[in-house]
């Protein structure tokens, strides 16, 4: 909801009235909310300031200070917790756990699957379709994103963790944080990464400890947190859960799995930095060009950070990125300009010195982000989701059937689940053993017909009768022509498989592009996106990136038309094919591409 740019259109303070009203609201909202949590968010309950935005939402946030509810429809109707008001209230809410590098992905503002749950030993607890979650991993207390369920408790124990799970409303690090003063709760934020926060974990082990006193020196002490249990760190080597990785700890202290020394980060800031910017290039293809200076350093350059290395470029000389940059680009190292009325990379000098020299040693090549391509399928998620390192290919489509009432006992499925699909293969093979069962077969080719098959394949005017011979072929193309056909689109990503299943044949994602001022403008339209399990808005957010243009989605026009069109600015009906096929593994047989006249 608060992925794109979104402006304040009004500010004023909220009345004692409405101040009281308020404090009811969430009250009546949030029961565990106390009278200490309360002060702990509003100092004075006059102090607040209601910020209605471009979105529609309106947001309750202190006055000088962070957003703290927000109203994502403006009708006054509910208030959800911002980030901030969770770091300082982490228990307002049930909480979902998942694994701190799929929180890289929901930072993205990627849905949370249930294929990347963590299940406690206590169980998901209990919860309906459209209750407010949070999202946090393990071995970190504080929340960083909150969404509301697309599936129930019952839902997930009656089909198990496949498909959706929490649909984002808000999370870190997302425009609606960006009003309040962009802190972070805790150095294990992040802004592509949520890791375990080890200072809280130490503390809960040092209390354990003390209360186990009159254990056994051999009893290792276990920390649990939130029904999870983490291994101490003073556990035997051969423990299976390693402890969690410190973000303020120096690199070389850190020692790689095969037990090889890893040679240190430097100690000057500047060279780290350097370092990474460096290492941050080499990910990048020209195809990448151009691409925004502060997703450059977010994806590429922090990127490339290892494991435990607190990064802080105003620890540096450089104090800012845009120094950072300005001092390389004099070197020639690359270019830059503003696209868009933004800052952009869009030159690489691969021929100069910095770049041709070997990377320094404490940049392994297990801490690099890998080609572009496969950073490429790592960054972008889509409403589904392969592993890692795996693009996001593999876009399968297969045709299946479902057999209405009057033909089921033909296919002796009479006791089936209705809602049961069959292959052409499986109905082939259930029409054999039919007739095999019913004596019906003469040879090899052909059957006999029974009355079930005279009457519901051929018509009153047709001149087959009950005891004529057929061609085996004949009665499957007809009996296929009975059934109800449906395809099964399935494709990779990394949540897992998405499977979408619709009436009917595919339909190919199609393509049109409008020459409106004689070649010099251009509008790309793209339409039936949703065939293949994409969300036209969060597909739109990634070609507008990618392709550093401008988006909109609108509706189709009709009633019973539920897709949506996506119109981006610029030639680009080529260009969008080839980004489907190279990072989505769509075969270029389900794109159809048309200029408009043509």
């Known amino acids: 909801m608060f992925k794109k740019n979104i402006a304040v259109l009004q500010t004023r303070p909220l009345s004692g009235k409405d101040g009281k009203k308020l404090r009811k609201d969430l009250e009546r909202l949030y029961p565990s909310l106390s009278d200490e949590d309360h002060k702990r968010l509003f100092a004075n309950k006059t102090d607040v300031n209601l910020l209605r935005l471009s979105n529609k939402a309106q947001v309750y946030a202190c006055i000088g200070g962070n957003p703290l509810f927000f109203d994502p429809t403006g009708r006054e109707d509910v208030l959800i917790p911002t980030v901030y008001a969770l770091w300082l209230c982490p228990k307002l809410l049930n909480t979902l756990y998942t694994h701190s590098e799929v929180s890289s992905k929901v930072l993205g503002g990627a849905d949370l699957f249930l294929q990347g749950l963590i299940v406690p030993d206590q169980g998901l607890g209990s919860f309906a379709s459209g209750d407010l979650m949070l999202a946090s991993i393990p071995q970190n207390q504080f929340p960083f994103a909150i969404g509301v369920m697309e599936a ?18 808000h999370h870190y690090p997302d425009m609606l944080w960006a009003l309040g003063d962009k802190s972070v709760p805790d150095p294990s934020f992040t802004p592509t990464r949520v890791f375990p926060q080890t200072s809280s974990i130490h503390s809960v082990q040092q209390d354990l400890a003390s ?12 920390a649990e947190v939130n029904g999870m249990h983490l291994a101490d760190n003073k556990a035997s080597p051969d423990a299976t859960t390693p402890p969690p990785p410190s973000l303020s700890a120096s690199p070389a202290s850190h020692e790689p799995d095969d037990g090889t020394s890893e040679s240190a980060a430097p100690d000057n800031m500047d060279s780290i930095v350097e370092g ?3 290492a941050g290039l080499h990910t990048l293809d020209d195809d990448d060009l151009p691409m925004q200076t502060n997703e450059f350093y977010s994806k590429a350059v922090l990127g490339c950070k290892p494991a435990g290395l607190a990064v802080d470029i105003k620890k540096s000389t450089y104090k800012n990125l845009a120094k950072l940059l300005k001092a390389f680009e004099k070197k020639g190292l690359f270019g830059t300009k503003q696209v868009h009325k933004q800052d952009s990379l869009v030159s690489i000098n691969r021929q100069h010195d910095l770049y041709t020299a070997p990377l320094s040693s404490w940049l392994s090549p297990s801490n690099q982000s890998g080609s572009a391509s496969d950073r490429q399928s790592r960054d972008v998620s889509t409403s589904g989701s392969g592993s890692a390192g795996a693009p996001h290919g593999q876009v399968t489509v297969s045709y299946w059937y479902r057999v209405p009432s009057m033909v089921r006992p033909l296919l002796g499925s009479s006791a089936a689940p209705k809602d049961e699909l069959y292959s052409e293969e499986q109905i082939r093979a259930v029409l054999d053993d039919y007739a095999a069962a019913n004596s019906l077969q003469i040879d090899s080719s052909s059957v006999k017909l029974d009355k079930l098959m005279a009457s519901n394949l051929f018509n009153k005017k047709e001149p087959q009768m009950e005891g004529d011979a057929c061609p085996l072929e004949e009665v499957v193309k007809r009996l296929l022509g009975k059934l109800q056909l449906l395809h099964k689109i399935t494709r990779v990503t990394e949540q897992g498989p998405v499977e979408v299943v619709k009436k009917g044949s595919v339909r190919n994602i199609q393509l049109t592009m409008e020459d409106r001022q004689g070649g010099r403008k251009h509008v790309t339209r793209v339409v039936n996106v949703e065939s293949f399990g994409f969300e036209a808005d969060e597909l739109a957010g990634i070609l507008q990136r990618k392709f550093q243009t401008s988006s909109s989605v609108t509706k189709l026009p009709g009633k019973s038309e539920t897709g949506k069109e996506i119109a981006l600015q610029g030639p680009l009906l080529y260009e969008i094919p080839k980004f489907l096929t190279a990072t989505y593994g769509l075969s270029s047989s389900f794109i159809d591409v048309k200029a408009k006249g043509k």
């Open 152 to 169: 129930s408790s019952a839902d997930i124990e009656r089909n198990g963790l496949k498909g959706k799970g929490l649909k984002l409303l």
């Open 276 to 278: 990474l910017l460096i």
């Open 211 to 222: 209360e186990s006193a009159a254990q056994t020196e051999t009893d290792a002490p276990t």
